[in-house]
């Protein structure tokens, strides 16, 4: 960071990036110059003798020797002084990008060399004495070279920039970012395969608005984005740990105990209950599902269920949208564990803003139960990513109430179907004593709520078990009121349930402000990174990161920061972020999950180990713990190492089964 600036623009990389690829090269070169110096030792006597084209091979091995010599010490100029300096210490490496034009210039005479070297093996121009070595060396290393050849092109694509003339800073800000704005449109409209459903035109359009919101003005490069995480990481475990020697860190009650956690609330809330309807949910996900849960027998689950050529057969009204074998319904059945006449009507059809659901008969529950399945596809990621807020009209709710756009278009898609083919009518009439409950996971977690909404006036005794809520759902009024029907359950770190473009804004200004406050070059932080995922972050490293070691505020119960460069931050922040929330941020109204949650987190090793039990043992048993949380609390986007995992729904299906087994071992794991 900043981009670098070659041939007049610039590009997605940054002059610090090219430390390990600068010695990755070296050392392919240098094999390759041992390689080839061996053979001219070996055959450049005999090219004297060549009976034609004996030029042309002494020219080449010659050449290809000075070339690799001279790439050699590019290359290792270029490493050294890309590891100078800090992130932001651009200054420091001023000859990178001078030294790199002259490297790319290099291109063209290699690709001349590695012509005479095409011609010498696999033409008819030379006529020399045979050496085997010779031979089977030259041969691999031209074809070798003409693929190095066709990767350095194919980097330099990567990372070309269309939006990288340097001339653009002079656009006005309007200008530039509806400039930005249809380069990340034409990059959607690649993804042809969207481009006939209903909803793509006008979702493209708002992720792509979106996205430049997002990024304009930040001048950061791919690599400054895993550097950051990497910094984000020490810099909050470092802020806990100085929380907690000034006893400022405040840990929420928590307790294992089920009686005390749903002691005051409605009957129908239940850890029981909720481990139906999150093995209900995942079932939704169908046989990649399956896959994914028994990678080596899920083949077998799967086609036990199969209905064999389906497509042939007379056509089933209630499921749409599967394949001829009904793949995704025998996913479903097996999961589970359902017959086919439970199954009411089931929709995979998968389109942008469109998900696949299902409507079972629960005779466990003696419910109607209408399950939407989570993000699994690039269609649904979309529909994650369009996550900017949408007045939601709805009997009930105060005017003016806002929600995820996509997450509305999906809700009443969901609705269009089921009133057009009448499907709640007809389960009620069947069954005139059940009750509805919705329930999803994730991206499904969030239309259930929507729809919620949208059927309460016709079904008031409407319940939700969500699970893995996302962040950026319901403003904060209309949260509030579906605390009344629906029971959020998430699990740790779950980035999702702290995912929306409010905490996305400001995890990139905490990225900045991370990278501006670190002193170490991006090479080493990557490489502590990869040193953190094996042994965790060691105590040194909490300190000598930052370009001060004096990372705490004055002020009692704040949250430390780097405190010296705290001003100069906020000064260079603004100088970056205009003021005007129409350059600076694109959210325009805080979005928060929905549902009363239920947040369940890991009992800490050291507490079980504190219980009598050693740390082999500890470590073997996950335990968990829950408590009653408040939206507010996952407005920030915190990188965590388990920030991904704890989103899958087997991670919440584990935990919650967990809880219901500790509830007869309460003694051990709680003593209140």
Same mark, same amino acid.
């Given at each position: /960071?900043?981009?670098?600036? #070659?041939?007049?623009?610039?590009?997605?990389? !940054?002059?610090?990036?090219?430390?390990?690829?600068?010695?990755?090269?070296?050392?392919?070169?240098?094999?390759?110059?041992?390689?080839?110096?061996?053979?001219?030792?070996?055959?450049?006597?005999?090219?004297?003798?060549?009976?034609?084209?004996?030029? #042309?091979?002494?020219?080449?091995?010659?050449?290809?020797?000075?070339?690799?010599?001279?790439?050699?010490l590019f290359m290792l100029l270029i490493a050294i002084h890309s590891a100078k300096g800090s992130i932001m210490e651009t200054q420091a490496?001023?000859?990178?990008?001078?030294?790199?034009?002259?490297?790319?210039?290099?291109?063209?005479?290699? =690709?001349?060399? @590695?012509?005479?070297?095409?011609?010498? /093996?696999? *033409?008819?121009?030379?006529?020399?004495?045979?050496?085997?070595?010779?031979?089977?060396?030259?041969?691999?290393?031209?074809?070798?070279?003409?693929?190095?050849?066709?990767? +350095?092109?194919?980097?330099?694509?990567?990372?070309?920039?269309?939006?990288?003339?340097?001339?653009?800073?002079?656009?006005?800000?309007?200008?530039?970012?509806?400039?930005?704005?249809?380069?990340?449109? $034409?990059?959607?409209?690649?993804?042809?395969?969207?481009?006939?459903?209903?909803?793509?035109?006008?979702?493209?359009?708002?992720?792509?608005?979106?996205?430049?919101?997002?990024?304009?003005?930040?001048?950061?490069?791919?690599?400054?984005?895993?550097?950051?995480?990497?910094? #984000?990481?020490?810099?909050?475990?470092?802020?806990?740990?100085?929380?907690?020697?000034?006893?400022?860190?405040?840990?929420?009650?928590?307790?294992?105990?089920?009686?005390?956690?749903?002691?005051?609330?409605?009957?129908?809330?239940?850890?029981?209950?909720?481990?139906?309807?999150?093995?209900?949910? +995942?079932?939704?996900? *169908?046989?990649?599902?399956?896959?994914?849960?028994?990678?080596?027998? *899920?083949?077998?689950?799967?086609?036990?269920?199969?209905?064999?050529?389906?497509?042939? $057969? $007379?056509?089933?009204?209630?499921?749409?949208?599967? @394949?001829?074998?009904?793949?995704?319904?025998?996913?479903?059945?097996?999961?589970?564990?359902?017959?086919?006449?439970?199954?009411?009507?089931?929709?995979?059809?998968?389109?942008?803003?469109?998900?696949?659901?299902?409507?079972?008969?629960?005779?466990?529950?003696?419910?109607?139960?209408?399950?939407?399945?989570?993000?699994?596809?690039?269609?649904?990621?979309?529909?994650?990513?369009?996550?900017?807020?949408? =007045?939601?009209?709805?009997?009930?709710?105060?005017?003016?109430?806002?929600?995820?756009?996509? /997450?509305?278009?999906?809700?009443?898609?969901?609705?269009?179907?089921?009133?057009?083919?009448?499907?709640?009518?007809?389960?009620?009439?069947?069954?005139?004593?059940?009750?509805? /409950?919705?329930?999803?996971?994730?991206?499904?977690?969030?239309?259930?709520?929507?729809?919620?909404?949208?059927?309460?006036?016709?079904?008031?005794?409407?319940?939700?078990?969500?699970? !893995?809520?996302?962040?950026?759902?319901?403003?904060?009024?209309?949260?509030?009121? %579906?605390?009344?029907?629906?029971?959020?359950?998430?699990?740790?770190?779950?980035?999702?349930?702290?995912?929306?473009?409010?905490? +996305?804004?400001?995890?990139?200004?905490?990225?900045?402000?991370? #990278?501006?406050?670190?002193?170490?070059?991006?090479?080493?932080?990557?490489? @502590?990174?990869?040193?953190?995922?094996?042994?965790? =972050?060691?105590?040194?490293?909490?300190?000598?990161?930052? %370009?001060?070691?004096?990372?705490?505020?004055?002020? !009692?119960?704040? &949250?430390?920061?780097?405190?010296?460069?705290?001003?100069? =931050?906020?000064?260079?922040?603004?100088?970056?972020?205009?003021?005007?929330?129409?350059?600076? $941020?694109f959210s325009k109204v805080r979005l928060y999950i929905g549902g009363k949650i239920l947040h369940v987190t890991r009992v800490k090793s050291?507490?079980?180990?504190?219980?009598?039990?050693?740390?082999?043992? %500890? &470590?073997?048993?996950?335990?968990?713990?829950?408590?009653?949380a408040q939206p507010e609390e996952f407005n920030d986007l915190i990188v965590m190492p388990r920030m991904l995992l704890d989103h899958l729904?087997?991670?919440?299906?584990?935990?919650?089964?967990?809880?219901?087994?500790?509830? @007869?071992?309460?003694?051990?794991?709680?003593?209140?």
């Amino acid at each position: /960071m900043p981009a670098i600036k #070659l041939f007049g623009r610039k590009w997605l990389a !940054a002059t610090d990036d090219l430390v390990y690829p600068g010695l990755f090269e070296i050392f392919i070169r240098t094999v390759w110059f041992i390689l080839i110096g061996t053979a001219c030792a070996r055959y450049y006597q005999y090219t004297w003798n060549c009976r034609l084209g004996g030029d #042309l091979v002494r020219v080449f091995l010659l050449g290809q020797l000075t070339y690799l010599v001279l790439t050699i010490l590019f290359m290792l100029l270029i490493a050294i002084h890309s590891a100078k300096g800090s992130i932001m210490e651009t200054q420091a490496r001023k000859y990178v990008e001078p030294l790199l034009t002259v490297k790319i210039l290099l291109l063209l005479p290699e =690709i001349s060399w @590695n012509v005479l070297g095409s011609i010498w /093996m696999f *033409g008819g121009s030379v006529e020399c004495g045979y050496d085997h070595y010779t031979m089977t060396v030259v041969q691999g290393l031209v074809l070798f070279d003409w693929i190095l050849i066709g990767l +350095t092109i194919f980097g330099l694509a990567l990372i070309f920039d269309p939006l990288g003339s340097i001339g653009n800073k002079n656009l006005e800000s309007l200008a530039e970012h509806s400039k930005v704005s249809s380069i990340w449109l $034409r990059r959607f409209k690649f993804l042809w395969w969207m481009r006939k459903d209903e909803s793509a035109n006008e979702t493209f359009q708002h992720i792509a608005g979106m996205v430049s919101a997002l990024f304009r003005g930040t001048d950061l490069v791919p690599s400054d984005v895993v550097a950051g995480f990497i910094l #984000l990481r020490i810099r909050h475990k470092r802020e806990i740990h100085e929380l907690r020697r000034l006893n400022l860190l405040v840990n929420p009650v928590t307790t294992p105990d089920e009686s005390v956690i749903f002691a005051d609330t409605p009957s129908w809330m239940s850890l029981e209950t909720a481990f139906h309807y999150i093995k209900l949910s +995942t079932a939704c996900y *169908g046989w990649l599902y399956v896959l994914y849960k028994h990678v080596c027998t *899920g083949c077998f689950h799967v086609i036990q269920n199969l209905t064999c050529c389906a497509c042939f $057969r $007379r056509k089933r009204t209630a499921i749409i949208g599967d @394949n001829c074998c009904y793949c995704y319904l025998a996913g479903l059945k097996y999961l589970s564990d359902l017959s086919v006449d439970d199954i009411l009507y089931a929709s995979f059809k998968n389109h942008l803003c469109e998900i696949p659901f299902c409507v079972i008969v629960d005779h466990k529950t003696n419910n109607i139960v209408i399950v939407i399945r989570g993000t699994l596809s690039l269609r649904d990621l979309l529909t994650d990513i369009a996550a900017d807020s949408d =007045i939601f009209e709805c009997e009930g709710l105060p005017p003016g109430s806002m929600a995820h756009r996509a /997450m509305i278009i999906g809700a009443k898609v969901i609705l269009k179907q089921l009133k057009e083919h009448k499907i709640l009518e007809r389960a009620f009439n069947t069954h005139p004593n059940y009750d509805l /409950m919705i329930t999803g996971h994730s991206l499904g977690a969030g239309l259930g709520i929507l729809l919620a909404f949208l059927l309460r006036p016709q079904y008031p005794s409407l319940k939700v078990y969500a699970f !893995a809520t996302p962040a950026g759902l319901l403003s904060r009024e209309v949260a509030k009121i %579906s605390e009344e029907f629906v029971l959020t359950i998430g699990v740790g770190d779950d980035f999702v349930m702290r995912l929306s473009v409010d905490s +996305t804004e400001n995890l990139r200004t905490s990225l900045l402000a991370t #990278l501006r406050a670190c002193r170490l070059p991006k090479y080493r932080v990557v490489l @502590n990174g990869l040193g953190y995922m094996l042994f965790g =972050i060691p105590e040194k490293d909490l300190d000598k990161t930052w %370009s001060t070691c004096n990372v705490i505020t004055p002020s !009692a119960g704040q &949250s430390p920061l780097l405190s010296e460069r705290a001003d100069t =931050i906020r000064v260079e922040e603004h100088n970056i972020y205009d003021p005007d929330i129409t350059k600076r $941020r694109f959210s325009k109204v805080r979005l928060y999950i929905g549902g009363k949650i239920l947040h369940v987190t890991r009992v800490k090793s050291e507490e079980k180990e504190s219980e009598g039990k050693s740390k082999k043992d %500890s &470590s073997k048993e996950k335990k968990y713990e829950m408590r009653w949380a408040q939206p507010e609390e996952f407005n920030d986007l915190i990188v965590m190492p388990r920030m991904l995992l704890d989103h899958l729904p087997d991670a919440i299906e584990h935990a919650i089964e967990t809880l219901l087994k500790q509830q @007869n071992d309460l003694p051990y794991y709680f003593d209140p």
